[in-house]
């Protein structure tokens, strides 16, 4: 079993930036892949930004050219560097852990969230 913690959220103007973490422990052998989920009220929970165990990144389209996945080199904390952000960015952000075969992620274990809110 994996725990994880997020942190970092809170209130940003547009425009401006913010950096998740993601504290992992446990068994951080059970997988292969980390990924960065969103939720925003009413919608569907998205992936964002997914890292495979070999660092390499793959963006979803609310990335694409202003976030950026990255972990430590131990593995055990996973970030997520938002700059640019939107009203539409607001949404609790959730890491979590998983099996990735070929394109396909499989997330086995989930942090509680951490809400971002981007607003004036």
């Known amino acids: 079993q994996v725990h994880l913690v997020e942190s970092g959220g809170g209130l940003v103007p547009p425009g401006g930036s913010l950096r998740l973490s993601c504290a992992l422990s446990g068994s951080i052998s059970s997988f292969n892949a980390m990924a960065w989920y969103r939720q925003a009220p009413g919608k569907q929970r998205e992936e964002v930004a997914r890292?495979?165990?070999?660092?390499?990144?793959v963006y979803f389209s609310p990335a694409w050219g202003r976030f950026t996945i990255a972990r430590d080199g131990a593995k055990n904390t996973l970030f997520l560097q938002m700059n640019r952000l939107r009203p539409e960015d607001t949404a609790v952000y959730y890491c979590?852990?998983?099996?990735?075969?070929?394109?396909?992620?499989?997330?086995?274990?989930w942090g509680q969230g951490t809400q971002v809110t981007v607003s004036s």
């Open positions: 890292l495979s165990i070999d660092d390499s990144p």
């Open positions: 979590s852990t998983g099996l990735l075969l070929g394109r396909d992620y499989t997330p086995k274990n």
